[in-house]
T-cell receptor
Framework: NAGVTQTPKFQVLKTGQSMTLQCAQD?????MYWYRQDPGMGLRLIYY???????DKGEVPNGYNVSRLNKREFSLRLESAAPSQTSVYFC???????????FGSGTRLTVV | EDKVVQSPLSLVVHEGDTVTLNCSYE??????LLWYKQEKKAPTFLFML????IEKKSGRLSSILDKKELFSILNITATQTGDSAVYLC????????????FGQGTTLQVKP
């Protein structure tokens, strides 16, 4: 019963470095999402993928790119990390959004 | 612009107290509202509310939706230290994109 698996759990980057956050789900869900969570801001949508082969921008896409590699995997890439991207990142998936998401355990990213 | 606003943003109570958390929303083509509890890691699902005036209940937690006044409340009776968490509400639009609109969250601390 893995659900949604995110890696890594923690990461420290220097400004300008790049990295990819990995997310995989084993529930055969069509839709997958990347959110960031900052104090006092709640969860803000970065990118989402309604189905395999499609991706769309969310509320805060600048500085990020995504790849829906297959139905299971949805990765988030920071090409040139900035301190403003210090945050906790959550991947989520859903089959029917009315029933909510299943979240991964999060990645705490610090950019120095 | 669709938005969800939670209040208060933070709350400190003592064990045994009753608390009420508020969530108001302005969402085009509203479909349902979700409540999540977030402890150290990923948010976990509490309730889904679709119809006005029908209380959902799980143990000491209960929630209700008012679609006329566009708000929901989450009540926790006889609070325990294990209730300490961030409580998130999220609105579900009718569109099929699967995007949830989250509030900022209410941080609840229950002291012994």
């Amino acid at each position: 019963n893995a659900g949604v698996t995110q890696t890594p759990k923690f990461q420290v980057l220097k400004t300008g470095q790049s990295m990819t956050l990995q997310c995989a789900q084993d529930m055969n869900h069509n839709s997958m999402y990347w959110y960031r969570q900052d104090p006092g801001m709640g969860l803000r949508l970065i990118y989402y993928s309604a189905s395999e082969g499609t991706t769309d921008k969310g509320e805060v896409p600048n500085g990020y790119n995504v790849s829906r590699l297959n139905k299971r995997e949805f990765s988030l890439r920071l090409e040139s990390a900035a301190p403003s991207q210090t945050s906790v990142y959550f991947c989520a998936s859903s089959e029917q959004v009315a029933y909510g998401y299943t979240f991964g355990s999060g990645t705490r990213l610090t950019v120095v | 612009e669709d938005k969800v606003v939670q209040s208060p943003l933070s709350l400190v109570v003592h064990e045994g107290d009753t608390v009420t958390l508020n969530c108001s929303y302005e969402v085009t083509n509203f479909r349902s509202l979700l409540w999540y509890k977030q402890e150290k890691k990923a948010p976990t699902f509490l309730f889904m509310l679709t119809s006005s005036g029908i209380e959902k209940k799980s143990g000491r937690l209960s929630s209700i939706l008012d679609k006329k006044e566009l708000f929901s409340i989450l009540n926790i009776t006889a609070t325990q230290t294990g209730d300490s968490a961030v409580y998130l509400c999220a609105a579900v639009p009718s569109s099929n994109t699967g995007k949830l609109i989250f509030g900022q969250g209410t941080t609840l601390q229950v002291k012994p």
